[in-house]
Every structure is written in structure tokens, then in C-alpha cells.
């Protein structure tokens, strides 16, 4: 059996698709680590945007459910 290679260059042309126009959200300080992934693991991890954090309780109930652990970084 061979394998294809389906990767394929496409030239884009800079003027006709202006890609520096996408506006990212600002992430927040808060990093949670999804559903048993701790720190230094290499599970899901989710960054809220700014002011888009959840309440305390809110985590608290994500760590009892789903096992979610909720980082400040500083």
C-alpha cells in the first residue's frame, strides 16, 4: 500500500487576503486545566477571554463534576 501525500501549497496572495484584519480577545489570567489535565500535563486546556471568567462557584462545581482544575497565573 502507498501512502499519498495530500498536503498541498496553495500561493496566497497578501493584497487580496489582508489576514492581519482578525482581532484576537484578550486572554485573561485564568488558565483551566480540563477534565483531570493538571499543570505540565498534556490534556485540554481552556483560557477564557478577559472578563469572561467564571464565578467561584461556578469552578468549584466544574472541579467537583468534571475534575477541571482553575489556575490564577500572576
Not at 30 to 55: D, H, L
Not at 62 to 74: A, I
Amino acid at each position: 500500500m502507498t501512502e499519498t501525500n495530500h498536503s498541498q501549497t496553495i500561493p496566497v496572495n497578501p493584497d487580496l487576503y489582508p489576514f492581519n484584519m482578525l482581532n484576537f480577545p484578550k486572554q485573561s489570567n485564568w488558565t483551566c486545566y480540563m477534565f483531570g489535565n493538571r499543570p505540565g500535563g498534556s490534556g485540554i486546556v481552556y483560557k477564557p477571554a478577559e472578563g469572561q471568567v467564571p464565578n467561584r462557584f461556578v469552578r468549584f462545581m466544574m472541579y467537583l463534576c468534571f475534575d477541571c482544575n482553575w489556575v490564577k497565573n500572576d
